[in-house]
Structures are given as structure tokens and as C-alpha cells.
């Protein structure tokens, strides 16, 4: 069983910069592909970024390649989001995933491929 904690809540304004953590317990965190997937107002839930366990490789959605940064410390059991030049279309609750020793790029890119879910994190990207 894997626990996930995500960072609190956070209010930007367009163009700044927001970083979320997701740190996980109960699991051996170095074999646990992560992702972060994200639900706007309204809106059916959708991949945002995932990072491979076994060679640390990332994956990203189109809507946030090049603002977007996922990256992991296994030390830290922790997965990090950097999230530049953030836009109102960013607000919505994020959630991360776990995926224990699953290694599919496609998969990755897919909500199935996670057995474990954190509670969510409000982001809202207003001026």
C-alpha cells in the first residue's frame, strides 16, 4: 500500500511560477513510476506528466510540454511539478499517481496505469 501526500493549495497569477511536491510512503519509492494528472472545473481528469522509475525518463501532455517539469528524489521519496509560466487554462485540482514497477510509456500517459492516488491540490491561476 502506497500513501501520497501532496503540497497544499496555491493561487498565482498568470505567467508566475508554482511548484507542487507529492511526497509517498508505505512503497519501495525507487521502483514507483510517478505521475501528476489534473482535473479542471468541469472537466474529465487528464495526464499532465509522468517520470519512469526504472531510468528516470518524463513524459509530458502537449498543453504543458516546455512549462512543465516533473522530476523525482529517491531519497526524498518525494516528486516534484515545476509549473512556469502558468495560464488561467492551468487551474484545476492536481492530483499525483503511483505506478509500482510499471514501465509502459503509454501506459504512464494513462490514469489506469496508477493503483495509487493522492487527495488532490487546488491550483487556480487568476488575476
Known amino acids: 500500500q502506497v500513501q501520497l501526500q501532496e503540497s497544499g493549495p496555491g493561487l498565482v497569477k498568470p505567467s508566475q511560477t508554482l511548484s507542487l511536491t507529492c511526497t509517498a510512503s508505505?512503497?519501495?519509492?525507487?521502483?514507483?513510476?510517478m505521475g501528476w494528472f489534473r482535473q479542471p472545473p468541469g472537466k474529465e481528469r487528464e495526464f499532465v506528466a509522468a517520470?519512469?522509475?526504472?531510468?528516470?525518463?518524463?513524459y509530458y501532455a502537449d498543453s504543458v510540454k516546455g512549462r512543465f517539469t516533473i522530476s523525482r528524489d529517491n531519497a526524498k521519496n518525494t516528486v516534484y511539478l515545476q509549473m512556469n509560466s502558468l495560464q488561467p487554462e492551468d487551474t484545476a485540482v492536481y492530483y499525483c499517481?503511483?505506478?509500482?514497477?510499471?514501465?509502459?510509456?503509454?501506459?504512464?500517459?494513462?490514469?489506469?496505469?496508477?493503483?495509487?492516488w493522492g487527495q488532490g491540490t487546488q491550483v487556480t491561476v487568476s488575476s
Open positions: 508505505g512503497g519501495t519509492f525507487s521502483q514507483i513510476s
Open positions: 517520470i519512469r522509475y526504472s531510468d528516470g525518463r518524463q
Open positions: 499517481a503511483a505506478a509500482p514497477y510499471s514501465t509502459n510509456s503509454l501506459r504512464l500517459m494513462r490514469s489506469g496505469a496508477y493503483d495509487y
